[in-house]
C-alpha cells in the first residue's frame, strides 16, 4: 500500500450526520470551526447527502462510517476516511481491512469496551497508527445511557493519537427506545461540561449531535479555544 | 403454540420450539477440530434426549471479534461449515454458528438452521437484513449495551423484512467496565414481546476483558443463572460446553463441561414450567 496523500483534518474539525434525513438538522447555524460530513452507519453509504458539499462550499470528502471488510475494499478508492463504529471494534477483519487500506482511520471505542481494552483494538491495526483518531462516545451506564469517563480520555491520550469527542453518542436519541430513561440526562446545558472536558483532554475533534444544535454556549467554547482553526 | 407473527416455531424438520420442551442449544465455543465437535454434539444429543430436551448444536468457525489480535479464531468458514454440515446431517439434529457479515449469514444459511447475531453487532441493519434474508431461524444477542426495547426493535426489523423467526437470547448487561450482570427483568418483556426467548448462561458468567488481553468468567456462577434464567421462563437455554474446557481455544474460563452440563440439565428440569 502506498503511503498515505492526505493529512488530519485541521484542529477544531467538527462532523455532522450527512445523510439525507438529519443533514439539514445536523449544522448549527453558528458554527465557525471546519466541517466534515460522517455517514451513517446505521442507514448506510447510500443515503448520503450528494448535496453536502456544495452547499457548504467544501471540497473534502465525507467520513465513511463502514462496518464490513468488503465495503472497506470497495470503498478504499473514493473515500479518503473510515470511521469504525465502537459495536465493530473488535471486530479483526474490519480492523485489518482499515489499516490495509491506507486511509484514516476515526475508531471509536465500544461504549460496552473498557478504557483499558482500546490498546488491543489499537494493536489490531498498529501498522495504520500514524492514520488513527480515536473516538470517545462513553460507556455504557445502565441502558440507552453513556456517560464520559474521563479516565477513558486519559488512556486514549496516552496512545499518542489524536481524540475525537462524539458528542451525538453522549447526548443522541438512541436509547430513547428504553421505557425507564429519565428526561433530565437530556439536559442540553450538559454540553457544557462535555465540551470543558474535551478541551481539557485537548480532544480535537467533535462529532456533532445528530438531531438538534449543540447548546450555543458549548460552540462557543469550542471557537473559543485557540487551537481551533477556522475554516 | 404460535409466537410473534404466527411462527410455529420450527427451526428444523426435527425441531419446533414449544413450550412443553425446553429446548438446549449447546456445543463448544470455537469448532476446534471435526472430533471436538461430534463429541460434544453427540453427548449432548443423548443427554437432551435422556432428560426430554429438545436439542441444538452450536459452534463457531471464525471468532472475529476476539479481545486480542493474537489469539486463534476457528477452522474458517469453509471448513466450519462444511463440518457444521456433517454434524447436522450425520445425526439429525439442528445447528447454529454466528456470522459477522451480510455475506456471510447468506453463505451460513445456506448451511445451518440457525444463524446468530453477535451482541455487538445487534443493531447493524445491513447484517439483520442479509439474516432475515438466508430464510433461516435467527438469533440475536442483546448488546451488552443495549436495552431490551432495542433488541425488540432488532427483531421486528428482521420481521419487516419478511422474516418472523427470530429468537431473542439475553446474555448479560454492562455493569461497569469488564464485568456484565444478568437483569431477568429482560426475559418477562423479551417473553412479553412474544418473540421465542433464550438464556445464554455462558456468556452471560463473563467478565470482558477481565483476564488481561482475554475474557475471563465465573464458571461458578452459571448453574445459578441458568436456573434462575428457567424459573423466569425462557424457550431455549444456550450454554458451551467443552471436552476439556480448561484447554479450550476461547473462552476457556466460562464453558462447561460435560459432567457440569449434566448437572445443569438435571437440575432445570423441576423449574421449567
Known amino acids: 500500500m502506498s503511503a498515505p496523500t492526505f493529512s488530519h483534518p485541521p484542529h477544531g474539525t467538527c462532523f455532522v450526520n450527512a445523510s439525507r434525513t438529519q443533514l439539514n ?48 475494499k470497495e470503498k478504499s478508492s473514493s473515500f479518503e476516511r473510515f470511521y469504525i463504529p465502537g459495536e465493530f471494534c473488535r471486530q479483526g477483519d474490519v480492523l485489518s481491512a482499515a489499516a490495509d487500506s491506507g486511509r484514516l482511520i476515526l475508531l471509536e471505542r465500544g461504549a460496552f469496551l473498557a478504557p483499558n481494552d482500546i490498546v488491543r483494538a489499537v494493536e489490531k491495526i498498529s501498522t495504520a497508527k500514524a492514520n488513527l483518531i480515536l473516538v470517545e462516545a462513553g460507556s455504557s451506564f445502565g441502558y440507552s445511557d453513556r456517560v464520559l469517563d474521563p479516565r477513558s480520555l486519559e488512556k486514549l491520550k496516552r496512545l499518542n493519537c489524536p481524540i475525537a469527542l462524539n458528542l451525538n453518542a453522549l447526548t443522541g436519541t438512541e436509547g430513547h427506545s428504553y421505557a425507564h430513561r429519565p428526561a433530565w440526562i437530556e439536559d442540553p446545558q450538559f454540553d457544557v461540561a462535555l465540551v470543558r472536558t474535551a478541551l481539557a483532554f485537548e480532544v ?23 487551537k481551533v482553526v477556522a475554516p | 403454540m404460535t409466537f410473534k407473527h404466527g411462527w410455529n416455531g420450527s427451526v428444523h424438520p426435527a425441531l419446533a420450539l414449544t413450550p412443553r420442551a425446553l429446548t438446549i442449544i449447546s456445543g463448544p465455543c470455537m469448532f476446534e477440530s471435526r472430533e471436538t465437535g461430534f463429541e460434544v454434539a453427540e453427548k449432548m444429543k443423548s443427554l437432551c434426549s435422556e432428560l426430554g430436551y429438545n436439542y441444538v448444536f452450536k459452534s463457531s468457525y471464525d471468532k472475529a471479534n476476539r479481545t486480542s489480535g493474537n489469539t486463534a479464531r476457528g477452522p474458517g468458514m469453509e471448513k466450519g461449515l462444511s463440518w457444521l454440515s456433517e454434524v447436522r446431517n450425520s445425526l439429525n439434529i439442528p445447528v447454529l454458528t454466528d456470522v459477522h457479515t451480510p455475506e456471510q449469514a447468506l453463505e451460513a444459511g445456506e448451511v445451518v438452521d440457525i444463524v446468530q447475531v453477535p451482541a455487538f453487532l445487534c443493531d447493524q441493519k445491513a447484517l439483520l437484513k442479509a439474516c432475515a434474508k438466508s430464510g433461516k431461524t435467527i438469533q440475536i444477542k442483546k448488546g451488552q449495551h443495549a436495552s431490551p426495547e432495542q433488541l425488540i426493535a432488532c427483531a421486528d426489523f428482521i420481521a419487516s423484512e419478511g422474516n418472523p423467526k427470530v429468537l431473542l437470547c439475553e446474555r448479560g448487561s454492562a455493569y461497569g467496565y469488564n464485568n456484565l450482570v444478568v437483569d431477568y427483568r429482560n426475559l418477562v418483556l423479551m417473553r412479553r414481546s412474544g418473540y421465542a426467548t433464550v438464556f445464554d448462561g455462558t456468556h452471560a458468567a463473563q467478565l470482558p476483558g477481565a483476564g488481561s488481553g482475554q475474557s475471563s468468567g465465573l464458571r461458578d456462577m452459571i448453574p445459578s443463572l441458568c436456573a434462575a434464567a428457567v424459573a423466569v421462563g425462557i424457550d431455549a437455554l444456550f450454554m458451551e460446553v467443552h471436552p476439556n474446557p480448561e484447554k479450550a481455544l476461547s473462552d476457556a474460563s466460562t464453558q462447561l463441561d460435560f459432567a457440569t452440563a449434566e448437572k445443569i440439565l438435571r437440575r432445570i428440569r423441576q423449574l421449567h414450567t
Open chain 1, 25 to 72: 438538522k445536523s449544522i448549527p447555524s453558528t458554527l465557525r470551526a471546519p466541517l466534515l460530513g460522517l455517514s451513517d452507519w446505521r442507514v448506510g453509504p447510500d443515503q448520503l447527502a450528494p448535496p453536502f458539499m456544495e452547499r457548504r462550499g467544501w471540497i473534502q470528502p465525507v467520513c465513511l462510517a463502514v462496518t464490513t471488510p468488503e465495503e472497506i
Open chain 1, 204 to 226: 480535537q475533534y467533535l462529532i456533532l449531535p445528530d438531531t438538534r444544535d449543540l447548546n450555543p454556549e458549548a460552540l462557543e467554547l469550542w471557537h473559543s479555544s485557540r
